[in-house]
């Protein structure tokens, strides 16, 4: 009996407490192990430097490479040492251009121009210029870059602003048939340290490619150029930011059709510690190589940068006397040849050989035969007019006429005009560098030289009739002197 | 013994016997508490205060049996490194004993979102804003030396270079990824490169793509950890006050504007788990 009495008691204790345990707990939640990463596991990557470009036995050349500093040009002259230090290894001069104004002139002897993410816009004569210098056989290098954009925020209205480089440059290049497009590469798959540093293994056939197997850029845009060559290409895991698709006709590096415009999308490869990255300074390397390789074919519109040698010899054909507007005129030829230190020196013989500045009347014209003859000219027996190939019939009175031929033994520049004072006014507006008053085609230039000499009469007239006062009469007003 | 001595003996015996266990059984079982689910509300930014405020809270959670869930209520689009991280790892300590549920509300980014994969399951609304996979970092400037500040050091004032800073960008990034990973595993319908695009997607998508796991409410989400718990009859509570909790202040995370606009980037450079809203940008 008692015995039950315990169990009834036990039964009346526990009922309440199950009956509540099991009102509000229905089993155990399961005991488990939460996994979480193991951070300790991570390595940072480092980049992957490759084999640096070796410095021996490169091969020593010359040119100046000017780089574009007038157009606010996002970046530091740190940003691309390298490539500027790959030029003056090979024997290049490194110069920049500041302002917009000395761009023509600049371009008359550099080889190449690099213009580096531009913030301010190319005028259309800035434009002009750069085609002519490319046509002329000038290299023009264009880096653009996915990160050196303007953005500007407008805090009150939350908008922003942006400013990408492609937009600068397009214009430029659309000459070229090239385009940046205003995107930027990535591949999540594999990068190099993060998804917008791109691999490229893919390379198009040409001396900017030679010996790279694989170079990696950094924040890059797209280019592409129907006509042209994509020097690297990205592999069908890289994408464009634009539509995150891959887009074979397009990389991370273009070469015009005419190979004289380099375009890349990114300059960060160039900077430390990127430039020797993988086959980056290979890369720098055949850029150098590739800018060095501009050489301009010299037309008149390169003056005063036609001569190469260090003396031009300024030979007077007979008819010219060495009169004191004709030396002053050869002195202000003199200080324009400073710039490129060459020196002048007057030569009393038909020079064989070198640089020479020849000047001469159309009267000349058979002493001079060997300077004339391979332009085809032709002096009519009437004495009026000179034909010229491209040029047809031309008056000899007023005009003056340049004929520029380039040499092995030197470089001749041939002033011809119909009077000596013709001549000097010539050779002074060659001397100014300013062609404007010419038409030049080539290697042939016709230049207005005033009226001339010949075109005014023994009265010093215009040939017509010359009005001469009538004496006064008494009829005429008098003056206060009488 | 007569029939009221018996009588008695009977009451005497149901008393002792029955009522007393009952009412010792009915004031043992009182002790018993009622489950709790506790609920941790997130509306900001994931910064030392806020970070601090919710690990209180897990704490409490952890410390107290009667809660025997809790669930995360996210409208937040991330914030700092090493605060997320602290509370992703104080989440794991607490999801080892108890079940934690997910709801999103406004927002589950970045850092929030790398809160919520340590979690069991995860509620959306259909146009919640889930994922954003990602870190974001300020690069430090280029070393350079000032007139008037002495430093022993290249980096003493610049903590690393750029380019290490980009790729410890990158360490952060694979931890996040290894969380996701192991956070959501086979639920996960989508591969490692659409987990590291950095897009952030409506609720709906985001169950389709097994960012998330359903759509859903907070009630929803309590009900879930309630079932995840095995508890029944349960009461839902905020943990915040529980937690001794009390509204404080801080500096602000975010840049407020001159014209008291609160911008959404951070005010301080440095690395951030962070989901900062496109702007409309014009070309």
Redesign the interface.
Known sequence: MKKNLYWIALAAFIIPILARGLMFYRGFPNQRKVATPDYQAFISSQPPIGDIALNKNIEQTSGVILFDLAHANQYQPADVKSLQEAIEKRGGKVESISDTTSLEYKLKYASALTVISPSTAFSADEIRIIKAFVHRGGKLLVFTDATHGLVYTDFFSGSTISYPDTNLVNPLLTAFDISVNNDYLYNIEEHEGNFRNIYFESFEKNDLTLNLKQVALYGTHSIESPSGLVLLRGTDATLSSSNDAHDPASGGAVLSENGNVLVFGDFTFLSSPYQNVLDNSTLIANIADFALGGKQNILLENFPFLFTQPVLQVYPAPEVQLTAEIISAISGLQTSLKISEIEIRIATKTPRDGDVLVLGTFADAEELASYINPFNISLDESGDTITLKNFGDIGRAGNGILLFEENKNGNRLTLLAETPEDLIALLSTVSSGSFYGCILQDNIGICSVGYGGSFLDETGGFGEDVLTPEPATGDATPTPAG | MNQTDLTWERIR?WL???????V???I???A????VIGIIQLNDAIYPLSAREMITQINYAIDNPEI??VVLAFDSPGGTVVDTEAV??EL?RL?????VVTVVNGMSASGAYYLSV?TDYIYAKPSSLVGNIGVIGYLPSTPVIFEDIISTGPYKLWGSPR??E??????IK??FL??VL?GRGKRLNIG??VI??GKIWAGTEAVRLGIADELGTENDAIKKAAK???????RSVGLYHLAGLQSSTAAPFF?Q?S?G?T?PYPTKPGMYLLFIPQ?????
């Open positions: 015996i002792l016997w029955i009522a007393l266990p009952l010792m059984g009915l043992a079982a009182s018993i508490p009622r489950p025997r869930a992703y790892m794991s999801r080892a004993k108890k079940p340590n380019d290490a980009m790729r410890q960008i990158e360490l694979e931890g290894q969380a192991l490692k490169e590291l695009s995840l718990a095995r508890v029944a009859n349960y840049i504007s014209e606009i911008l702007l409309p940008v014009k070309q």
